[in-house]
């Protein structure tokens, strides 16, 4: 298997502590870029190729939700996903439905729920890249799946 040091990881979060443990917890295993904004982080994906945006809902200036809709824009192949600490269900739930978000987790995140996220969302944009324009993906089914197979496992 690939290693995925060569997967870069974007985490976009307005609380310095919660980047920095991101960062220390993951640079050993993932390329990690951080972006203390969702215009910061829009900057950083004009420079690098990100495979995996991990985000946190509640920011000034920009939600979650609403940076990945500019994500999908921009990068439609770039796997999304929202953390969220508040109870934002509706828009996150319309979200998800619109294929705008892949996955949501919880914070605080938990380290290992973290690690089997990044995997599948990589696994899943191999298997994309490997499709091609042929055949379309239930990407959000597909990531679901592979996440309760690895947590049954």
């Known amino acids: 298997m690939e290693t995925l040091k060569t997967v870069t990881v974007l985490y976009v979060d307005d609380e310095i502590h919660n980047l920095n443990s991101f960062k220390a ?16 982080a829009l900057e950083i994906m004009k420079k690098n190729l990100v495979q995996i945006v ?9 939600t979650g939700v609403d940076f990945l809709i500019r994500v999908l824009e921009k990068y439609p192949e770039v796997m999304r996903v929202l953390l969220t600490g508040f109870s934002d269900l509706t828009a996150v ?10 996955y949501r987790m919880e914070k ?35 990531l679901e799946f592979i996440l309760r197979q690895n947590l049954l496992s």
Do not use: C
């Open 108 to 142: 605080p995140w938990d380290e290992e729920q973290i690690r089997v996220v990044i995997n599948a969302a990589y696994e899943i944009s191999l298997l994309r890249a490997k499709r091609g324009q042929e055949q379309s993906i239930d990407v959000a089914g597909e």
């Open 54 to 62: 991990i985000t946190d809902q509640r920011m000034p200036g920009m």
């Open 25 to 40: 917890t993951f640079r050993k295993e993932f390329n990690v870029l951080i972006a203390g904004s969702a215009i910061e």
């Open 93 to 102: 739930a319309d979200a998800l439905s619109k294929g705008q978000v892949h």
